[in-house]
């Protein structure tokens, strides 16, 4: 493919390709620095970068494709219908999902279902803390927000956008939480598929995004498939901070 004579349907493929070698090499970017300065930097100096880089690019596009910037964001996407706003927000939510499941079934396809879910379960583990610490810098948590901001937190997970979920019997000190739908077993079901088995990933992801949450809290699952689980939720798992380190 030669750049100077492509077409304009091969000039917009290629516009898209430089935009997912640039998330690429972003991610890249954030790995060699966590690796070097660990998580909770790396997330302060991402933030710096991310406000430029964003800002940068917003007003680069706008340019290009016409559209008015008000406080950073595209004056047009301002102006739509709350309805709509918060549609766009789920479908970037469920394209995220949509992202992690092609990836699983990349690897499943070409190495098989073992290999995909160790890769899986790794992934979790990296992506988990990220997010929460994500969450927890954009709310202004304190350092130790207990149960409470714990809560907060989970409701603020793209998986709170993507699926329904409920919390029960919270104390200062507990909570249960439960996924009510779940997006990726509810498909399953539908096609008639058993549950597939995310207890192992299960138990990072929520064991490390509670704990960059609050280095308190200590995780145990309820049920996750393969588990048995009653009809009204696919997963169930407690929280909770020991009386001891309450204070």
Same mark, same amino acid.
């Given at each position: 493919?030669?750049?100077?004579?492509? +077409? @304009?349907?091969?000039?917009?493929?290629? %516009?898209?390709?430089?935009?997912? !070698?640039?998330?690429?090499?972003?991610?890249?970017?954030?790995?060699?620095?966590? =690796?070097?300065?660990?998580?909770?930097?790396? %997330?302060?100096?991402?933030?710096?970068?991310?406000?430029?880089?964003?800002?940068?690019?917003?007003?680069?596009? %706008?340019?290009?494709?016409?559209?008015?910037?008000?406080?950073?964001?595209?004056?047009?996407?301002?102006?739509?219908?709350?309805?709509? #706003?918060?549609?766009?927000?789920?479908?970037?939510?469920?394209?995220?999902?949509? +992202?992690?499941?092609?990836?699983?079934?990349?690897?499943?396809?070409?190495?098989?279902?073992? &290999?995909?879910? =160790?890769?899986?379960?790794?992934?979790?583990?990296?992506?988990?803390?990220?997010?929460?610490?994500?969450?927890?810098?954009?709310?202004?948590?304190?350092?130790? &927000?207990?149960?409470?901001?714990?809560?907060?937190?989970?409701?603020?997970?793209?998986?709170?956008?993507? +699926?329904?979920?409920?919390?029960?019997?919270?104390?200062?000190?507990?909570?249960?939480?439960?996924?009510?739908?779940? !997006?990726?077993?509810?498909?399953?079901?539908? @096609?008639?598929?058993? =549950?597939?088995?995310?207890?192992?990933?299960?138990? #990072?992801?929520?064991?490390?995004?509670?704990?960059? #949450?609050?280095?308190? #809290?200590?995780?145990?699952?309820? /049920?996750? &498939?393969?588990? @048995?689980? &009653?009809?009204?939720?696919?997963?169930?798992?407690?929280?909770?901070?020991?009386? /001891?380190?309450?204070?």
């Amino acid at each position: 493919m030669d750049e100077k004579n492509l +077409n @304009k349907k091969e000039k917009l493929a290629l %516009s898209l390709e430089f935009m997912q !070698r640039t998330m690429v090499h972003y991610a890249m970017w954030y790995a060699q620095v966590r =690796d070097k300065f660990g998580l909770e930097r790396a %997330s302060e100096i991402m933030d710096q970068a991310w406000q430029k880089s964003s800002a940068l690019q917003m007003k680069r596009l %706008s340019k290009v494709l016409d559209f008015e910037l008000e406080d950073g964001l595209p004056k047009v996407l301002l102006k739509m219908p709350e309805e709509k #706003i918060d549609a766009l927000r789920e479908a970037v939510a469920v394209n995220w999902l949509a +992202n992690d499941g092609v990836w699983f079934q990349a690897v499943e396809f070409s190495e098989g279902m073992f &290999p995909a879910k =160790d890769c899986n379960d790794a992934a979790w583990g990296e992506f988990s803390p990220y997010e929460a610490l994500r969450i927890k810098r954009m709310l202004e948590m304190e350092e130790f &927000p207990g149960i409470k901001g714990l809560k907060r937190a989970m409701e603020m997970r793209l998986y709170g956008t993507v +699926n329904t979920q409920s919390f029960a019997n919270e104390t200062e000190t507990s909570i249960e939480f439960y996924m009510n739908e779940c !997006r990726v077993q509810s498909a399953r079901k539908r @096609k008639g598929l058993d =549950d597939y088995p995310c207890k192992s990933g299960g138990i #990072i992801e929520y064991t490390t995004f509670a704990q960059t #949450i609050d280095s308190r #809290i200590k995780t145990e699952v309820i /049920s996750c &498939p393969p588990d @048995k689980h &009653p009809d009204e939720w696919y997963c169930g798992w407690r929280f909770w901070i020991e009386e /001891s380190n309450k204070g």
